[in-house]
């Protein structure tokens, strides 16, 4: 993670000296100059990356980078932290703490002097140890062929739970199109792709079908040349070379002898094709051939035939060419015309780089006689991309999933028993340990391997029970190296947002908002151009996703990512990996901390006792996420006290609440702050002066009025509150500049007023709340804000007017709102309202949808609503292409015109009452309408 660290203070620097040089006045000079300094390292890190798990001295290089780049950071963040503190305060109080600015600019320049030769030592053993040559080196690919066949040896060791699988997989091979489709296998590493293709590539059906099987392992040091040569081998009979391919020397001579040949009988030859060189200069190899061939033995003129079959003979003859004589482009024209007018089937077997199809497909034709390519790849747009050839309609990824918990049992007791039976009064346990693998094949057939050798007893099973990865993961040869894999093939900017995962508990479910958050915080996103930071964070879970370290847990209704899950086993990866790059640290109690030098503390409390604590300095670290309840209710107030240099605490978690004490103000560098507050809280002034902050969340807390000075938190991104909370006045033309996510607004004449004049312009979420039954002219106060996505508002409100203007919005949610004719009117006039959610409205409601109106709504969530009757206008929602009904009852019949909506696509029921389940029994919807519900519903 040296990189990152690196990255994340060159940026700090960067914006230090372009922003804020004022807070450097005195030592700008030497900051430039380390900046500088940085930016070769920089250069260096990004030549040793992917080399560094392979090479000692690499390695060693890079964690002496890493240690003096957290140096350099603390040196600059405590010297802005002193000028700020000394800046903020009053006359009174500058005078009591005494800044003796010289001295302090004395000691930070040494301090940059001293971190400038570190630096310049380290750059200069390379060369001394030999680094420069590990630098330019290739990976270790011996390693990989011996990872390789472990792999091998570990995923077909037995083949469990396949059957629907196959079925599925197997018939996309066997039928549909003519044209040359790819099938492609995803999943984490270790679910079993390699077995399952196996498994595939052997049935008796798919045998009978191809005319020719190929395999090929391909891996992430891969080399075309070796791939081909690899497939060529599996062709029987081995092709004839010398059919395909002419060596260059010999088929200039061919084209000078036949030149000659035609000067002189040009009466003989003219209009024939060695009169066209140019045409035959264009033939590839075998044509050429096969064309010369054909001209020859047609001829008449006996004599001009034996010396043109003398020159052709004759220069064949001298083509002496094998596989191993040829280049990538020549093995590509040999494999293609070897698998022309062959309906094939070739597996390509871990594929991690679109770069690699893009190479090699050109030697695949398509023969219209329904060939296939099937690959396993750990990463999506693999799969995507390959599915593309031949422009014909792809073939989407089979995901493949986890083992169920019968599968699993299945699986590990046949590699522990080698085909007898569990003794009864060891299925119980073993089934508890077997669960601990999550559905892993990997992790199951690694533990079964481990056991298969222990002796069979409770008592020796039991001490696995609540141990089960640590097990795993001591025999690094067999499974965390391959799980690794992943995560060593990450771009480097994916690496610390992966890493992140760790701080997380086991088989916890992530909130994907507040990860983004997080992430955005500590540095991990970069800036690209002018898109959303939180956009390119999405992007960035979404490739982790792609890639099969990363599930989905639960999907928001525009089907972006809600909540998601890491496998334990990943999450363990993570947590060691982070440890050795000194990048985060889990503990099970804060007092006192571990003796790391890691930037961020996971606390959970709670946690199991093999975690060791012991006493350190707590000033290392900058981040602290806590999980389960801690012992005191003071920790926030410890934290300002104990660690000024901490920029991310996220407390929420923690199930207590923390109050917010005034010293708060001494965390300069604090850019998230995330705490459970009490009931009713008040928030410090002095929490305005934290002018790094990006998120505030005090989401369970009752605040009547934010502070005057919040206007001065110009970085602030997100801000989250209980609800029912005023804004203070401002003059200001742009107040919060960079707002995006805002909630927990009460709905009143003043806020009304604020969001009108547009003080936070770019925000894009929206939360408010309403008090009591009085008349609003909300939506015409979010008029001027042109970015506004998503509105959420709770309890009733009244709309003074109707709207005669247009909004940006396309997400609105209600909850315990009234559902009157006249907001369902103002609602179905938003011509950019996409998603509608309805949540518990105060009374039994009519929904009323007026002809033509909700006219792009794509998604109509109701939940633990009361229908007395759904009216719908000739026209109405013509896009819905979604229906949510959860915990609804309805006192008709759904109405008849939805069974008319041409976009309709899915409709979906959640726990129905008894009424609306016999309605739905009679509901017909129309061909190409996905009816669900659950649970099921019971016919007679």
């Known amino acids: ?37 940085l930016r070769m390292i920089n250069v260096f890190l990004q030549n040793t990356e992917g080399k560094r798990h392979e090479n000692d001295l690499v390695k060693e290089v890079v964690s002496q980078i890493r240690d003096v780049a957290y140096e350099a950071e603390d040196v600059v963040d405590i010297f ?37 030769i570190a630096i310049k030592e380290i750059y200069d053993n390379r060369s001394k140890y030999g680094v ?120 200039a001579e061919l084209l000078h002898g036949l030149e000659a040949k035609y000067n002189s009988n040009k009466d003989k030859l003219k209009g024939t094709i060695i009169e066209d060189l140019k045409g035959i200069k264009e033939m590839n190899d075998a044509e050429l051939k096969n064309a010369l061939n054909e001209f020859v033995e047609g001829l008449e ?90 422009n014909s309609i792809p073939i989407s990824p089979y995901e493949l999933p986890f083992l169920k918990e019968d599968k699993s049992w299945e699986l590990f007791t046949k590699k522990v028993f080698r085909g007898a039976t569990c003794p009864p009064e060891l299925e119980t346990l073993g089934k508890q340990i077997v669960k601990s693998c999550r559905g892993l094949p990997l992790a199951i057939v690694v533990l079964g391997g481990l056991l298969a050798n222990k002796e069979k007893t409770h008592r020796t099973w039991s001490k696995l029970t609540g141990h089960v990865n640590w097990y795993l993961t001591q025999d690094k040869t067999t499974c965390i190296d391959i ?20 701080i997380y508990p086991e088989d916890f479910e ?37 890639r099969s370290l990363i599930q989905v847990a639960t999907k928001r209704l525009d089907g972006g990512v809600k909540t998601c899950r890491i496998h334990d086993l990943l999450r363990d990866l993570c947590i060691s990996e982070s440890s050795e790059e000194k990048f985060l640290e889990v503990c099970s109690n804060v007092y006192p901390l571990p003796i790391k030098k890691s930037r961020r503390i996971s606390i959970h409390y709670a946690n199991h ?43 929420r978690n923690m199930g207590i609440c923390c109050l917010m004490p005034n010293q708060i103000e001494n965390l300069i560098h604090l850019r998230y702050l995330s705490i459970g507050a009490d009931a009713f809280c008040v928030i410090p002034d002095s929490i305005c002066n934290l002018w790094n902050l990006e998120t505030l969340d005090m989401r369970n807390s009752i605040i009547e009025c934010l502070p005057e000075g919040i206007w001065r938190l110009h970085r602030l991104r997100h801000l989250y509150l209980g609800g029912l909370t005023s804004l203070p006045r401002t003059n200001n033309k742009v107040a919060l500049p960079s707002l995006q996510v805002l909630s927990g607004l009460a709905i009143n004449q003043g806020n009304e007023n604020i969001l009108a004049k547009a003080r936070f312009p770019y925000v894009r979420k929206l939360g408010l709340f309403s008090l009591n039954r009085v008349e609003s002219g909300l939506f015409s106060s979010l008029h001027p804000l042109r970015h506004l996505q998503t509105l959420k508002i709770h309890n009733h409100f009244k709309l003074s007017s109707p709207i005669s203007f247009q909004l940006s919005l396309t997400k609105i949610t209600l909850v315990h709102a009234d559902l009157s004719p006249a907001i369902m009117r103002v609602l179905g006039s938003l011509t950019n309202l996409r998603i509608l959610k309805v949540v518990r409205p105060i009374h039994q409601i009519t929904l009323s949808c007026d002809e033509n109106s909700f006219c792009q709504l794509l998604v109509f969530k109701m939940a633990n609503v009361h229908v007395l009757k759904w009216n719908m206008g000739k026209g109405a929602m013509p896009s819905l292409q979604r229906l949510v009904i959860e915990r609804c009852q309805f006192a008709y019949m759904p109405p008849d015109e939805l069974r008319c ?26 061909n190409g309408c996905n009816v669900q519900v659950y649970p099921l519903v019971e016919t007679n």
């Open 80 to 116: 802005i932290m002193t000028v700020t503190q000394h800046r903020i305060r009053n006359k009174l109080m500058k005078v009591i703490h005494s800044f003796d600015r010289a001295s302090t600019l004395h000691e930070v320049a040494k301090k940059i002097e001293t971190i400038k």
């Open 510 to 546: 992530i909130s994907v908002s507040q990860l983004i958050r997080l992430w955005i915080s500590e540095g991990f996103i970069r800036h690209t151009g002018n898109r959303n930071m939180e956009d390119v964070a999405e992007d960035y879970l979404e490739e982790l996703i792609d």
């Open 301 to 390: 003129d006996h004599k001009l035939k034996s010396s043109l079959s003398s020159l052709v003979r004759g220069i064949y003859k001298k083509n002496g060419v094998e596989l191993q004589d040829m280049n990538d482009d020549e093995l590509k024209s040999v494999l293609f015309e070897c698998l022309k007018n062959k309906r094939y089937l070739l597996v390509m077997d871990d594929i991690w780089k679109t770069e690699l199809w893009n190479e090699v497909s050109t030697a695949f034709p398509n023969n219209s006689n329904g060939s296939r390519i099937l690959i396993t790849s750990r990463i999506k747009e693999v799969a995507v991309h390959a599915s593309s050839l031949n």
């Open 483 to 502: 799980l690794a894999l992943s995560y060593k093939h990450l771009p480097q900017r994916l690496k610390p947002c992966f890493l992140y995962f760790g």
């Open 132 to 251: 420069e040559r590990a630098e330019s080196s290739g990976g270790d690919v011996e390693a990989e062929e011996i990872l390789h066949r472990r792999r091998r040896y570990v995923e077909q060791d037995h083949v469990v739970g396949f059957s629907h699988d196959t079925q599925v997989l197997v018939k996309q091979l066997i039928e549909g199109s003519l044209q040359c489709n790819v099938v492609s296998i995803i999943g984490m590493g270790g679910l079993g792709k390699t077995t399952l293709a196996r498994k595939i590539y052997n049935n008796n059906d798919v045998k009978n079908y191809f005319d020719f099987r190929g395999w090929v392992y391909v891996s992430q040091e891969y080399k075309i040349r070796e791939l081909l040569l690899e497939i060529l081998k599996g062709v029987t009979p081995m092709p004839d070379v010398k059919k395909f391919i002419l060596k260059a020397e010999l088929k």
């Open 901 to 926: 909506l041409t976009a309709l696509r899915d409709v979906e029921v959640l726990y129905p009452s008894q009424k609306l389940a016999k309605m739905l029994q009679q509901l017909q919807m129309r």
């Open 1 to 37: 993670m040296a990189d990152s660290v690196v990255s994340f203070l060159l940026e700090n620097l960067t914006q230090l000296l372009s922003q804020e040089s004022k807070l450097l006045g005195g030592v700008k000079d030497q900051v430039r100059l380390l900046h500088n300094e």
């Open 609 to 651: 006792p093999y975690i060791s604590s012991n006493p350190c300095d707590p000033s290392n670290y900058r981040s602290f996420i806590g999980f389960g309840a801690p012992p005191d209710k003071i920790f926030l107030e410890w934290l300002c006290k104990s660690n000024k240099l901490v920029r991310v605490i996220e407390l």
